[in-house]
């Protein structure tokens, strides 16, 4: 039975209200995505001891995570090891195109991502992760059919869908019909915290929630799967969080 998502619409209204006070608090970070994407609420990331997390201190390649916009919806977070400064112009399954910001941080490293596959919702969950980012290099086929072995990708072993995080999560190779949502992050230079604000490109949510409802209810304790993110999302190694990598 397809269950509802009551807290995404309840979610989308309260954005819609308060998304013209945000883009005028932050008209030079955000206008461009945002157009094509969606603001939601602005949630500071922290550490698990609860204090904030600092760009600067997040290790180059490693694959952190956190969950956002809602409480059981799982990010990559990655600080890549090159400065990724310009906008990357992508487009939705449905065709709507919509700009990526690229990195923020001191370096504009770093970047994010929602953790659930554009193909068929593959993502981390405590048990297993078909889906990470791979700083090593790795062999995959490609969009134009020919065997490709790059670094830096994030890679979904379910049927082959591997993504570029320093595109916008654009799709390298495999079956995924679209980039990878995309987390708008923003960064704040005096004290080095991260926020993240947003969705840019195409979410799975409702799908997702549909899905796998009643395993994310037992994996979150709790029936209020998509209740929003509030005030602070925690960030941890993906590694902490899923005892399993399937490496492909
Ligand atoms: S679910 Fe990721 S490639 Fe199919």
């Not at 602005?42 to 609860?50: A, I, N, P, T, Y």
């Not at 994010?112 to 995959?140: D, L």
């Not at 840019?200 to 994996?219: N, W």
Request: charged share 20%.
């Amino acid at each position: 039975m397809k269950k509802e998502a009551p807290t995404d619409r309840r979610g989308f209204v309260k954005l819609c209200a308060s998304a013209a006070a945000a883009i005028a608090a932050r008209p030079n970070s955000l206008v461009g995505a945002v157009k094509h994407g969606e603001l939601y609420q602005r949630v500071q990331l922290r550490k698990q001891d609860d204090t904030p997390l600092r760009a600067s201190t997040l290790k180059h390649n490693e694959n952190y995570l956190f969950f956002y916009p809602f409480v059981s919806t799982p990010c990559f977070l990655i600080r890549l090891d090159k400065t990724i400064d310009r906008p990357v112009r992508l487009t939705t399954g449905r065709g709507e195109s919509y700009n990526w910001p690229g990195g923020v941080g001191p370096e504009h490293q770093v970047v994010s991502f929602s953790a659930i596959c554009a193909h068929k919702m593959s993502h981390p969950s405590v048990q297993v992760s078909f889906i990470n980012y791979r700083s090593e290099e790795v062999q995959f086929a490609g969009n134009d059919s020919q065997f490709h072995r790059r670094s830096n990708v994030i890679y979904c072993c379910s049927e082959g869908s591997v993504y570029d995080p320093a595109e916008g999560a654009r799709v390298l190779g495999g079956p995924a019909p679209h980039p990878l949502a995309a987390i708008l992050l923003e960064h704040d230079p005096n004290t080095d915290a991260l926020y993240a604000v947003g969705v840019a490109g195409q979410s799975m949510f409702e799908p997702y929630f549909s899905a796998f409802a009643h395993r994310l209810e037992l994996e979150f304790k709790t029936e209020h799967i998509d209740q929003l993110t509030r005030h602070s999302a925690y960030v941890v190694p993906l590694t902490q969080f899923c005892l399993r990598q399937v490496l492909c």
